[in-house]
Nanobody, 121 residues
Framework: QVHLVESGGGSVQSGGSLRLSCVASAYYYMGWFRQAPGKEREGVATSDKDGSTSYTDSVKGRFTISRANAKDTLYLQINSLKPEDTAMYYC???????????????????WGQGTQVTVSS
């Protein structure tokens, strides 16, 4: 059983920053997905085991995904927040690579409980 525990969400004003963290019970391909009210889940950023990263276009230049040295902790530094970034953010993991733009959320086996990010204008 894989455990993913997120933390770091909160309420901020537009332009603010947050750092999300996710501790995994083992070392996997990992990423962050989000779901805004009334919208489908979407990939935000992913991190491969070799350290390569990818981002959805709307967050490039503002979000940074990284891993701790032990590689079982995943971070998402989110800067220049916009109201449209408001969503529940989920840490996800899989034993195969996760593609930020094409992996269907339903096929990802491991999800954290989510952490809410709310951005006010």
């Amino acid at each position: 059983q894989v455990h993913l525990v997120e933390s770091g969400g909160g309420s901020v004003q537009s332009g603010g920053s947050l750092r999300l963290s996710c501790v995994a019970s083992a070392y996997y391909y990992m990423g962050w997905f989000r779901q805004a009210p009334g919208k489908e889940r979407e990939g935000v950023a992913t991190s491969d085991k070799d350290g390569s990263t990818s981002y959805t276009d709307s967050v490039k230049g503002r979000f940074t995904i990284s891993r701790a040295n032990a590689k079982d902790t995943l971070y998402l530094q989110i800067n220049s927040l916009k109201p449209e970034d408001t969503a529940m953010y989920y840490c996800v993991a899989d034993i195969i690579p996760i593609e930020v733009a094409t992996t269907i959320p339903d096929v990802i086996p491991y999800w954290g409980q989510g952490t809410q990010v709310t951005v006010s204008s």
